[in-house]
């Protein structure tokens, strides 16, 4: 798989950065860390935005820098999307989103289908002052995404949104980013950001990178149709289940599982209000002090859970090719 290779350092302000690790071209990378940590300084560096950084950077085969040479940012295709949106406040939706794409001859075909995954059609000609918070990321989003970019870097996009607006704003962000296949940087405090949107997580302390996170659980599911307004309802396995959520019928997505999302049974739980019960078969058993890990099996796909050490299942641990019962109490689309 490609990758997005650096090592870099800078000095600014009496802080030390030294940046050096390997991302996959593929899906959306969680940047996660304690303020300040440099999270954003690390994008920024990536970016070419940074002129005191040194180092090299390499995306898969093309170099971006070498010591404190590098393409110019426009030369690299980044698309940024900040905290505040920054759309331009002459121009209306459409010709916002079609600023970028114009300078790069994106298809029209293309732009509409990026719209059409963010539900802007019905805002593209209004202008940014009449926008709740909510509707302009989802502009500055489908902006960043018109343009072309061969990666996406989202510095917090969400930042500044109450709870139900971001409840709105991720469905619409899990689709375009899903439907989009262009890799993307995401940076954010957020776990359950990380759970609805993440692939895999890197953590940042310190000015250096610290190394990989766990990432959520995920399964893959289709799309059957539409429950009720911005809600669809989903196939795995065979298993129906409803989740908020954008889509259209036949569409291939994920569900990412949360921490505490699931429960696991040896007995059929019966009646419930789970989302979904399926059975799972035990591959593997790691038992480890924070708590045994198992990977299993589910609807032909496989996934790890790691058990809570109190629970009767750790106290008795299954094993290999043991049936056992998967209860989903909370998922998210994506």
Known sequence: MAELSFDLKMARAGDEYAMAGAIPLEGVTAIMGPSGSGKTTLLMMLAGLEPRASGTVRFADRVWC??????????????????????????NVADNIAYGANRRGIAPAAI???TDALGLEPLLHRHPTTLSGGEAR??????ALASGPDILFMDEPVSGLDDAS?????PYLARAVSGSGIPVLYVTHSMSEVTQLADRVLNVAGGSVAGWGVPPARLSVSVTGTAHAGQVTLDLGGVQLVLPGQGRAGD?????????????????????????????TVISVAPRPSGPDLVLEIAGQRISQRLDPGSP??????????RLWLSILSAHLR
């Open 138 to 143: 989802r502009v500055a989003v489908a902006r």
């Open 313 to 322: 299942l750790a106290t008795h641990l299954p094993g290999t090719g043991d």
């Open 166 to 170: 971001k409840a709105q704003v991720l």
């Open 66 to 91: 070498e010591g404190r040479r590098g393409l110019r940012p426009e030369a690299r295709r980044v698309g940024m999307v900040f905290q505040e949106g920054r759309l331009f406040r002459h121009m």
């Open 112 to 114: 509409h289908g990026i």
């Open 252 to 280: 291939a997505r994920g569900i990412s599982l949360p921490a505490g999302g699931v429960l696991l049974s040896r007995d059929a739980p019966g009646p419930s209000g789970a989302l979904a019960v399926l059975p799972a």
